[in-house]
């Protein structure tokens, strides 16, 4: 592989990102939505009795309003990589790329790299955010949940995990469909069972565990990983050159 390729494809999509006022308005837009939501729920959780039944209600209340910010690296990504491919086709700035020597696997790389760290540096940036309100502004025994509890590693963990099922799931759909808002919608769909798993652990169903994390972590992880190889080896370059449908 040429990492020079690779960079070149990054910075290509970067730039592409920028003109586009669709992508620009979900990458801002949304985020600022689903932070707004959690923050708005923890202020007005009410004060806690120092029990086991309520700490364990106050835990799965705050899983719950978490679970807004776990919805941005799901769904923000695949937007993004449902129109990576796609989108750049209809513009007919598609084949002028794949006509150059770039390997799929660089081509896909490249998109994919442009899409998950914009979206690492949008959502741990409003998770900052998040944490810094909570600290300030609430209640001293929520804030001492959400930061002693398992709620700081889920998103920490689970946040690049999501984006990257989101992206290989959304490039896979972008490269064999022909309609920039059918590729989006499927996409969006595609990265949801992911989230529901973390959304389980989020809200106490499943019991939290170091091993249970890395688990699932690594399990993510390997998809993640598989997934590269997957949508390379599907990626058809002479049907996206030639116009062709499937």
Not at 227 to 232: E, L, P, S, T
Request: proline share 5%; aromatic share 8%.
């Amino acid at each position: 592989m040429s990492w020079t390729r690779i960079r070149a494809i990054f910075v290509k999509e970067l730039r592409d990102y920028r003109r586009n006022r669709f992508i620009m308005v979900t990458m801002a837009l949304m985020p600022a939505i689903f932070i707004v939501l959690p923050i708005l729920d923890i202020f007005v959780l009410p004060a806690v009795r120092a029990s086991s039944a309520a700490s364990s209600a106050l835990d799965k209340r705050i899983g719950l309003s978490l679970l807004y910010m776990l919805i941005i690296p799901a769904v923000v990504p695949a937007t993004l990589a449902g129109y990576s491919v796609v989108g750049e086709r209809e513009q007919g700035t598609l084949e002028p790329v794949l006509t150059t020597p770039v390997r799929a696997e660089e081509f896909l790389l490249g998109k994919a790299l442009a899409v998950l760290l914009p979206t690492l540096a949008i959502v741990y940036a409003m998770f900052g955010i998040f944490l810094a309100c909570v600290k300030l502004f609430a209640q001293p025994a929520i804030a001492t949940a959400i930061f002693s509890g398992q709620h700081v590693l889920v998103q920490l963990l689970f946040t690049p995990l999501l984006a990257g099922w989101s992206i290989w799931v959304g490039l896979m759909i972008s490269a064999r469909a022909s309609d920039v808002r059918v590729a989006q919608q499927l996409g969006m769909l595609a990265s949801l069972p992911p989230l529901a798993v973390v959304a389980l652990l989020s809200l106490g169903v499943i019991h939290e565990s170091v091993a249970l994390a890395v688990g699932l972590g690594t399990a993510l992880l390997v998809v993640d990983a598989v997934g590269w190889r997957v949508v390379a080896a599907v990626f058809d370059r002479e049907r996206l050159v030639t116009g062709g449908r499937t």
